[in-house]
């Protein structure tokens, strides 16, 4: 096993044991970036002087019998709409191809100041808006266990990634699926805290009220570690929770007596069928574990796409109009400013982003307002409540993360609605503001399928807790 190919656990262990340094790790990740990613496409722009640096001066530390914290000289990547201050942020955009962020991310600061080495700056669907990782100014990205097959979106460059050992840890971001659905593709763990846990300061705005940022990892446990180290209260974001995140205490207890419910809408004629006998196995599992399986109704949330389409195009609509060629981004020349305006917004921005910019406008538009937002805003309370009730029966909810399994390149690319269905079992977490968790499932490591934990508002420490259990479960029957 190279040491690009371990967890954040395991190469902790390997630097405080001094069985390499910081800086051998580093450069087993950056020798694996140059040696594939020209193929996968998965990074943006590499951090490589700045990472040696800061792993050296790990090194140092650890010479010193200094003791290291967890995250600390642990190589990492963050999505490239997360602003580290003197680094390019592009959101895979045109728009922004040439702009340096002038401050860093919350997130990004906390975990420099955690030591962890930043490797570079990964891929994605132009400002988050897609689902397969194909709609880059910059290309798409490929999926590393089949390069005929999409990554997933819009955290597509993250979970390539890790998927395919760039990196120990990614982060990316979560509107509607967008770590879940490519960590389901790429047969990682994409993790999603509730709305509120992690600050958005420092992360370009997509849709504001379902924008979160997530992680991407190995393992549950390697998302437990970073989803502490990251959380927290921050004066930068007004949403942010004042509420200290624990969930390391109760990662390893077992769930024996928890209630995990099976939402009967979640399992949908037209699934692929290996996907929903894949979900099946691990209900099983979960029920030998010692939880009590319960099957549910949650009969709002076949509205959560609309609701989700019509709610985040809305503010997709408000967030981009910030970008208008005057103050930053992508200027077309023109004789007049009309002209610049509209000249700079349609070729600074891609189809995606235009659509989407055209139906928000058009449910906010006078006439249509009370039609579609605001029902949509009354219909996301009410998925809420049915949300809330479920979770005075059951602990936590197990479904599928996609209705298929990761399909190919170009399949559904100039097809919206196709595209948009893929998200169908994600966006519910999104509307209620959930904790959710992707972890793979299923024997078949070429073609892995993702199972999706939920739980109540600010209960991650029960989604990580029945997803490490179940992780722990199928690693011992890997090994027999």
Known sequence: ??????????????????????????????????????????????NEDAAYESAREIDEKIKQG??????????????????????????????????VAPFSATVAARLKDLGSVLVGKT??????????????????????????????GSSSGSAAAIANNDVIYALGSDTGGSVRQPASFCGVVGFKPSYGRISRHGLMAMASSFDQIGTITKSVRDAALVFESIAGKDDFDATCLDKKAEVMPTLD????????????????????????????AEIKKLSELGAEI???????????????????????????????????????KSDNLSEMY????????????????????????????????KKAQQARRLIKQDFDNAFEKVDCLVTPT???????????????????????????ASVAGLPAICLP????????????????????????????????????????
């Open 1 to 46: 096993m190279k040491i690009n190919e371990f967890t954040i656990t395991q190469a902790h262990r390997g630097l405080v044991d001094k069985e390499f340094s910081c800086e051998e790790l580093t450069r087993a990740c950056f020798e694996r970036i140059i040696e594939s990613d020209e193929t996968i496409n998965a990074f943006v722009d590499l």
């Open 66 to 99: 200094e003791k290291i914290g967890f995250l600390e000289g642990i190589p990492f990547a963050l999505k490239d709409n997360i602003l580290v201050e003197g680094l390019r942020a592009t959101a895979g955009s045109k728009m922004l191809s040439d702009y």
């Open 123 to 152: 891929n994605m669907d132009e400002f988050a808006m897609g689902s397969s990782g194909e709609t880059s100014y910059f290309g798409a990205t490929k999926n590393p266990i089949d390069l005929t097959k999409v990554t997933g």
């Open 253 to 280: 207890q077992e769930i024996k007596g928890l209630k995990i419910g099976v939402p009967k809408e979640f399992f949908i004629e037209g699934m692929d069928k290996e996907v929903a006998a894949a979900i099946s």
């Open 294 to 332: 319960i099957e549910i109704s949650l009969p709002k949330t076949k509205y959560a796409l609309a609701v989700y389409y019509i709610l985040m195009t809305a503010e997709v609509s408000s967030n981009m109009a910030r970008y208008d060629g005057v103050r930053y981004g992508f200027r077309a």
């Open 342 to 373: 509209l000249k700079s917004r349609g070729m600074g921005f891609g189809d995606e982003v235009r659509r989407r910019i055209m139906l928000g406008t058009y449910v906010l538009s006078s006439g249509y307002y009370d039609a579609y937002y």
């Open 402 to 428: 996609t209705p298929t399994k990761a399909f190919s390149l170009g399949e559904k690319f100039d097809d919206p609605m196709k595209m948009y269905l893929a998200d169908i079992f994600t966006v519910s």
């Open 441 to 480: 499932c299923g024997n078949d490591k070429k073609s892995p399928v993702g199972l999706q934990l939920l739980s109540k508002n600010f209960n991650e420490a029960v989604v990580l807790q029945v997803a490490n259990n179940l992780e722990e479960k199928n690693r011992a029957q890997e090994l027999r």
